[in-house]
């Protein structure tokens, strides 16, 4: 599981308890918010052709070994000024460096949001294009 959760954020604490008890299985959940994360993409692109990553910080372990590694992610976050919060969104912007890397195949994803993402289309086509 990935989360941006705060210690305010009941209602994704709680998501992230009941699905951790429900599961068979270990869950690993990595809070972005505990997380080293020096800045966000800067776009010049050079990350896709030859995988260097511009920041030494631990953001890019993190998706390798949590989540590229997984067989399935859970992303879980809360709806912020209409948009996803600053953690998530450098989260998923500094994912780019991917490129076009089949990352995710075969690898189920699922996403628990809290906020009002009915009223949101643009987010919630943002949201089904990430995965």
Same mark, same amino acid.
């Given at each position: 599981m990935i989360t941006d959760? +705060? #210690?305010t954020d009941v209602s994704l604490d709680n998501m992230i308890e009941i699905f951790v008890k429900l599961m068979p *299985?270990? %869950?690993k959940v %990595?809070? +972005?918010n505990e997380t080293d994360i020096?800045?966000?993409c800067l =776009?010049?692109?050079k990350c896709a052709v030859t995988n260097i990553r511009f920041y030494p910080d631990e953001l890019m372990n993190i998706f390798e070994k949590a989540i590229v590694e997984a067989d399935a992610v859970v992303y879980v976050y809360k709806v912020k000024y209409r948009y996803l919060s600053a953690r998530m969104k450098t989260f998923q912007d500094r994912a780019f460096y991917n490129g076009h890397r089949p990352v995710f195949l #075969? @690898? @189920?994803q699922a996403c628990f949001k *809290? =906020?009002?993402l009915r @009223? +949101? *289309?643009i987010l919630r086509q943002i949201i089904e294009t990430i995965s």
């Open positions: 959760a +705060l #210690e *299985s270990e %869950v %990595v809070n +972005l020096k800045g966000g =776009g010049c692109l #075969e @690898q @189920q *809290s =906020g009002p @009223q +949101l *289309s």
